[in-house]
């Protein structure tokens, strides 16, 4: 139940968080410092989902897992060469499954 | 023959290859809320309603690990916030009319769909653009979100089909283009949040350390002010992007 209303709730502010962008007055485009901090929230926010579910471990811990990085080298390979998305999804998956038929 | 020259445009073109590339992903996110812990329907609701993939795969990661939901939804909306900036962009290229328009278009504003808009020419293509983008990856996205969904019930060992390692393939799509893009100050910024979230991991209750990672973004308040081109992540639509880069032109 109280998951449900965290869906509804987060679905809720995500939509308004676009709503704002179409309907905000011209005006808050020209804020230099909102528009700076803005655009580099998610350079933070990707390369911080990025290292910690790549290490993700028992609770809270870190973990090194051999074959999940081996899986995110592919994705870093695909996205060097150029590859489609579908491409570099695939990659990271098909990497890290055949690693661990492996036993790694 | 209608459809086939319409099929033929460049702005349906884009949109239909964005909209199978998102399918993968929509099939990774089903299996990864799954896992999670969320029912089918509640999968099926994040992508029909909260629809903008970073954010869902955010917060079901906070779910997966135990952590605080709240610290969770903070982080999925903080990542949602880049939607704002599309929409100011959005709204001078599409200028839309009518309060309804307005607010159907809204649900659609997300990286795929302001990175093929944005690609096109002229008002008219763009308009078509985000229309298509927005029909086609929003089905695609919700019926293989539902596939993977029912699917991971069936499937034992996760690990075994190596999805663990397809969130953070996603991330690095959508930040891969800023980074290849960005100067020094994008890596230190990128640098610094995933060593800040790293750093607060072992300590902090999952999801806090992403939210905290977000503090590395005020290196950008510093010095003069970065240049993005086009609209920052834009899987799939990359070569739409790299093949007019005008979109730039439009926000300023």
Same mark, same amino acid.
Request: charged share 15%; net charge positive; glycine share 12%.
């Given at each position: ?17 676009? @709503? ?16 700076? @901090? ?46 489609? @998305? ?19 | ?12 073109? #884009? ?43 955010? %917060? ?10 709240? &610290?969770? &939804? ?17 709204? #001078?290229? %599409?200028? %839309? ?8 278009? &809204? ?14 020419? #002229? ?74 979230? %790293? ?44 093949? #007019? ?8």
């Amino acid at each position: 139940m109280t998951l449900w209303i965290v869906l509804v709730a987060t679905a809720a502010g995500c939509y308004l968080l676009k @709503f704002a962008g179409l309907a905000a007055p011209r005006r808050l485009l020209d804020n230099a410092w909102l528009r700076r @901090f803005a655009t580099a929230v998610p350079l933070a926010l990707l390369a911080a989902l990025i290292a910690v579910e790549a290490l993700r471990g028992e609770g809270q811990a870190l973990a090194w897992d051999t074959a999940r990085m081996g899986g995110v080298g592919a994705a870093v390979a695909a996205l060097a060469l150029r590859a489609p @998305f579908l491409v570099v999804v695939l990659a990271a998956a098909a990497v890290t499954a055949g690693l661990r038929a492996l036993g790694l | 023959m209608k459809a086939i020259s319409l099929l033929r445009s460049p702005a349906v073109r #884009d949109s239909l290859g964005v909209g199978v590339a998102v399918g993968a992903a929509g099939l990774a996110f089903g299996t990864a809320a799954a896992t999670a812990g969320l029912s089918p329907a509640q999968a099926v609701f994040t992508s029909m309603f909260m629809f903008t993939g970073a954010s869902q795969f955010a %917060l079901i990661g906070v779910v997966a690990g135990g952590g605080n939901l709240v &610290a969770g &939804a903070l982080g999925a909306l903080l990542l949602g916030a880049r939607n704002t900036l599309y929409g100011l962009r959005l709204a #001078d290229v %599409l200028d %839309l009319r009518g309060g309804l328009r307005r607010a159907l278009a &809204a649900h659609g504003v997300i990286d795929e769909t302001t990175a093929v808009a944005l690609a096109q020419p #002229d008002r008219a293509s763009a308009r078509l653009a985000f229309t298509t983008t927005y029909v086609v990856l929003g089905t695609s996205w919700v019926v293989t979100t539902l596939v993977g969904a029912l699917a991971t019930e069936r499937v034992s060992d996760i690990g075994a089909l190596g999805l663990d390692a397809v969130g953070p393939a996603i991330f690095l799509a959508l930040l891969w283009p800023r980074l290849r893009e960005g100067g020094a100050r994008t890596w230190l910024i990128a640098g610094l949040g995933a060593g800040l979230a %790293l750093a607060a991991t072992p300590l902090l209750p999952p999801g806090v350390p992403v939210l905290l990672a977000a503090s590395a973004a005020l290196i950008a308040l510093v010095g003069p002010e970065m240049r993005v081109a086009g609209p920052a992540a834009a899987p799939g639509a990359a070569d739409a992007k790299e093949s #007019d880069n005008d979109g730039e032109g439009v926000r300023s």
